[in-house]
């Protein structure tokens, strides 16, 4: 697709964090904005740590629309945030900017966009049990999207046991309605799942390149009967730990929705389009299988 053109009344958007370069987000936005011909273009923004402030500054001055905001950033931004997204108080972190008469609206996609995935997949979590492994900014996105959708129970596994039992103490009175423990992150713990998930969820970054043959789940304990697995590491996209599960006969969903579904999030935030999925999509596939 040929590059739209940028001219005097084209919008701005773009990625703050350090680094930036790996994003996919440039190219699957742009892909969106020229489907669907609107005049935004989103470019990346690297930012230093000590220049967070200025830089949020600068957007307002520049008459950015809005941003996504990345690694290390997620934290420190939200104090200067005028209003926060019920998400992105819940997981204290804020990865989409939307700035309307200089005000900052702070919002965490990774939630919804972690639910949009699983529900595209024709899988609805409600009322399931389902098993987190790792407690994380990921962790804490996709715990509070299932709670809020009302699954049954979340169990979160976690190499370091009590930033799981952080998590838990942190959102289990908010949601009373789900059971939400935790447990250490153990070959014995995951053993001891078999017949009590339903869905197990990786949202640790073990697998992730470049360490692609790594998998959070042991080669030799067994993958829990008729439980479905999700990653959220997306590159590579076939992780060791989804190719464990469908050796075993369990269905898989691959991160790629998570990101695709955060993205259209903020493009419609921006915008007030709809956003092009499906290209969307596509421009980060491409990338993914070096297309
Ligand atoms: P993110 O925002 O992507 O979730 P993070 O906040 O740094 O990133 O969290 C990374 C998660 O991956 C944590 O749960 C981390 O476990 P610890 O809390 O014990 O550090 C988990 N993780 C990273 N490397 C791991 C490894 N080799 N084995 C097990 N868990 C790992």
């Not at 680094?19 to 699957?28: K, R, Y």
């Not at 509070?144 to 049954?152: E, T």
């Not at 935790?182 to 014995?188: D, I, S």
Request: include cysteine.
């Amino acid at each position: 697709m040929e590059r739209p053109l940028i001219t005097g009344t084209t919008s701005l958007v773009g990625l703050i964090g350090w680094p930036v370069s790996h994003s996919l987000s440039p190219v699957m936005h742009n892909a969106g904005f020229a489907a669907t011909g609107c005049d935004f273009a989103y470019v990346p923004l690297p930012v230093r740590p000590e220049h967070v402030e200025q830089a949020l500054k600068g957007l307002v001055a520049l008459n950015f629309k809005g941003a996504n905001v990345t690694i290390p950033h997620k934290q420190a931004v939200m104090r200067y945030m005028d209003e926060l997204s019920d998400a992105a108080r819940f997981t204290g972190a804020v990865n989409t900017i939307h700035i309307q008469d200089g005000r900052f609206c702070g919002y965490n996609s990774d939630a919804i966009g972690f639910l949009h995935s699983l529900l595209e997949a024709d899988f609805d979590p409600k009322g399931m049990r389902v098993a987190v492994l790792g407690a994380g900014g990921a962790a804490r996105a996709v715990v509070y999207a299932l709670a809020r959708h009302g699954v049954h129970s979340v169990i979160v596994l976690n190499r370091t046991a009590e930033r799981a039992a952080f998590l838990v103490d942190d959102l289990a009175v908010a949601f009373p309605n789900s059971a939400l423990s935790f447990e250490p992150l153990t070959p014995a713990a995951l053993a001891g799942l078999d017949g009590r998930v339903d869905l197990v969820v990786n949202t640790t970054s073990v697998g992730m390149y470049p360490n692609v043959n790594a998998s959070p789940w042991p080669e030799d304990v067994p993958i829990p009967a008729n439980a479905a697995f999700c990653d959220l590491v997306y590159n590579p996209l076939d992780t060791v730990f989804l190719q464990q599960a469908r050796a075993a006969g369990a269905r898989t969903i691959d991160g790629l929705g998570m990101l695709v579904h955060q993205g259209a999030f903020a493009f419609e935030k921006w915008t007030g389009c709809p956003a092009p999925v499906e290209v969307m999509r596509q421009a980060c596939l491409k990338i993914l299988t070096g297309g």
